[in-house]
């Protein structure tokens, strides 16, 4: 791979006796991994045609992944390189608690997040720009989410909305990206001698933001996907001057990870306690990971819930109250489909239906694409239930299921009309393939109707 010069003597000059393995490390292919969803269906497939586990992520195998594949269609495994899947390790949230994934597109971190939560607390994903915020909107609902919420902000607008609230924040910074030069040699474009500064600038404004939104006795995770010590170390060494009630909190370091180095910033030998996954050390792209904890005290009262609604209103993301036919209609369907069935809070966005975690009060005055799990749309006196219904429910919920052959689950994704069990009734059945969930259809004497979305369809 052709190192840009003075990116080749920066590191020279840095890495001194290492540094021909270093620059030699970007010649070596690229590492791929999944992660395993661990609320699905085993997906025994991509399993059998696994390289390799990752040592330091119980979820986490070597290999590649098959994007037409039902094991990802179906949302049982998400594509993330080894090294990136430590920073969720390392975020270590729990159930119940209320998180923020701040820069969380395309969703590789959020996915192992709401997987290490169980779904159960209240997970905020986060991304500034819209069409990388879609693409974040698409891949959990494949994975497969109640309690996610996932709004179009920037860090400071957010900081607003959410002062003091979460338990743990993640600010998975947009970064120089000198870790993935050998997966995205595109990302070299970009790089010059002075770009780490500028990321290292942005960044700051980005952490800034987030601890304006930690509770006190909370921790926050920064994580970049380059070695620039101007992003990392240097960063980490300004969190802790410019916010005295933040310390370090050390990172386990499995072999092949190194400690972060103090001495590519002021010399504070708390820097060590961060981790650095390096190319020609461990198997993956370049990371680094610190973890900062806030002081339980000291820095102003816990507020419990959200700040006050700023009076914002954006076209099309109006929170309005649901009608009592709607109410109706859905109660009908859950009578049918799934009779135990309790939302939190049931609220619309036009004709879309949400089942809202009860850990947030509101998302007015936010850009929430998806302020919740999406139940369904109302058409014409008629509620169609959603694919994100479909990929979020544990199957027992149920007893209208269908279960398809792969062939027909081929069919299906392609959009086609399928036949189905004469004896049963009409209305609205779960279709399953190989134990996973994979959508709906709706019976109408023998024939399944096929609603697996338009744009989505292969
Ligand atoms: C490293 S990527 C996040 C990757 C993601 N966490 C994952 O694991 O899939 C950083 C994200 O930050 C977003 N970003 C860019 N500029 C930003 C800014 N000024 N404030 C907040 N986020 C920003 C990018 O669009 C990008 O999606």
Same mark, same amino acid.
């Given at each position: 791979m052709k190192l840009p010069d003075a990116f080749i003597n920066k590191y020279q000059h840095l890495l001194g006796d290492e540094a021909p393995a270093f620059l030699t490390s970007f010649d070596q292919p690229a590492t791929g991994g999944?992660?395993?969803?661990?609320?699905k269906a085993a997906p025994t497939a991509t399993l059998d045609r696994a390289t390799g586990?990752?040592?330091?992520?119980?979820? &986490?195998?070597? &290999?590649?992944?098959? &994007?037409?594949?039902?094991?990802?269609?179906?949302?049982?495994?998400?594509s993330q390189e080894p090294s990136a899947m430590y920073v969720g390790e390392v975020v270590a949230p729990q159930p119940g608690e209320r998180v923020l994934d701040l820069c969380a597109a395309p969703g590789g971190k959020t996915t192992h997040l709401v997987a290490k939560m169980k779904d159960q607390g209240l997970l905020v994903a986060n991304?500034?720009?819209r069409k990388r915020a879609l693409v974040l909107a698409?891949? +959990?609902?494949?994975? &497969?989410?109640?309690q996610t919420v996932v709004t179009n902000e920037s860090p400071a607008d957010l900081e607003k909305q959410f002062p003091q609230f979460f338990d743990r924040i993640l600010v998975d910074a947009p970064c120089s990206g000198e870790g993935m030069f050998r997966k995205e040699p595109a990302g070299m474009e970009y790089w010059t001698p002075d770009y780490p500064a500028e990321c290292a600038n942005r960044?700051?404004?980005? +952490?800034a933001s987030a601890l304006k939104m930690l509770k006190p006795g909370g921790t926050l995770v920064y994580s970049t996907c380059t070695f620039a010590p101007e992003e990392d170390e240097q960063n980490a060494a300004w +969190?802790?001057?410019?916010y005295p009630g933040l310390t370090m909190v050390p990172i386990k370091k499995y072999p092949g990870m190194d400690d972060g180095r103090p001495e590519w910033a002021d010399g504070n030998p708390d820097l060590a306690k961060a981790v650095r996954l390096f190319p020609h050390h461990i198997a993956g792209e370049g990371h680094f990971i610190a973890k900062f904890q806030l002081a339980a005290t000291g820095s102003g009262s816990v507020i419990s819930g959200q700040a006050k609604k700023k009076k914002k209103h954006r076209k099309g993301h109006q929170q309005d109250g649901v009608t009592k036919e709607q109410r109706q209609l859905f109660s009908d369907f859950c009578q049918w489909f799934m009779p135990d069935y309790q939302p939190h809070q049931l609220l619309t966005y036009g004709d879309q239906l949400y089942d809202m975690p009860a850990e947030i009060s509101s998302v007015e005055g936010l850009t929430a694409l998806r302020p919740g799990l999406h139940l369904g749309t109302f058409k014409k006196r008629r509620f169609e239930p959603a694919l994100a219904l479909a990929l979020a429910i544990d199957p027992a919920v149920t007893t209208r299921r269908i279960d398809l052959s792969t062939e027909q689950w081929r069919s299906y994704v392609h959009g086609d009309v399928l036949s189905g069990p004469a004896e049963l009734s009409n209305g609205w059945y779960l279709l399953t393939c190989q134990g996973f969930n994979v959508g709906f259809g709706k019976l109408v004497n023998g024939t399944v109707k096929?609603?697996?979305?338009?744009?989505?369809?292969?």
């Open positions: 999944f992660r395993v969803n661990p609320a586990k990752v040592e330091y992520v119980p979820t &986490g195998y070597r &290999g590649a992944v098959d &994007g037409k594949s039902l094991d990802h269609v179906a949302g049982a495994i998400y991304e500034i720009f698409e891949n +959990l609902e494949r994975w &497969g989410t109640a960044q700051r404004k980005i +952490l +969190l802790l001057a410019t096929n609603f697996y979305p338009k744009g989505l369809r292969f």
